[in-house]
């Protein structure tokens, strides 16, 4: 199993970092027209680090809390790619934010059979904020660091941007985030996310929301293929190196949510539809299940 790790690792390791940044990515959705209070917010919730910051923005009340989550994924894609081998993966995160805008994170990926199973460790921090007297354009900035443990070094740092808009009602919208990641290499990704939100059922204690969305991933990747090339009127198959910027997957995901006080779950799919480079043949499309839970602590509260 390692060698499949190692030959993945070594040609496509930013797609690993892609797929974590869409199952952390940031995202958003409708709130109705007033939070009266922390109870409330959390009721707004969907799951996604970027809903708490919008909702809590447009909130206007002091806020200090953290929120922790996990993610399990039923099958492994890279960019909608098959890694070699059936395997689900587990991605934990704890998250810190304050009514300044200042947001804090931890948290890392678990693959069920790649060796060393926990493939890295990401810290990051952030700014949030909005634009506009109706906040409906949002951004976000922030650094990352990469830790990993079988000491890749391509991409040990990342330096990104998200900026979203909404409609009035937050039942429509998109976000572009774009990441610039280096360390002894570097590459430059870019993920927009769209999506449509409708509230199913919603009581005082609770909500329950279906939430299609899709995602197009680009990015660019330094792609090795052999060649026959002639050398002194001789044949020889060397490998050419050389660096692509180009759509890599779309990805639909069709999640239902249930949110209750400071709880949140989370059952969906998700279809890949990767796009093939000059160096791979057609590939197929690809889905997986996704369950996630969260529960957010309020640090305010005596």
Known sequence: MTHIYQRFKNTFKVFGLLLFSIATS????????????????????????????????????????????????????????????????????????????????????????????????????????????????????????????DNFDDFTNSVDLSVGIRNNKRSLGSTISASYLFGTDNSFQIVSNSFVNFTLKRTSNFAVRFRPSIHFIIAKQTLSVQKNIVINGRKVLQTVSYDIFDLLNTQLNFPISLTSKAWDFEVGYNLNLPKATSAESDLPITGFFNLSVGYMFDLNKK
């Open 26 to 149: 940031f995202c958003s959705y409708g709130q109705e027209e007033k939070v009266d209070d922390l109870d409330g917010l959390i009721d707004e919730l969907f799951f996604r680090d970027q809903q708490f910051l919008e909702e809590l923005i447009e909130s206007n009340f002091s806020y200090n809390f953290l929120y922790t989550s996990v993610s399990y994924n039923s099958n492994t894609y890279f960019s909608g790619r098959d890694s070699g081998t059936d395997q689900f993966n587990v991605i934990p995160q704890v998250s810190y934010y304050h009514s300044s805008g200042f947001n804090a994170s931890v948290s890392g990926i678990y693959y069920q059979n790649f060796d060393p199973s926990w493939d890295f460790t990401s810290l990051s921090v952030g700014y949030f904020n909005s634009i506009g007297k109706k906040k409906s354009i949002l951004y976000n900035v922030g650094y990352s660091k990469y830790f990993y443990t």
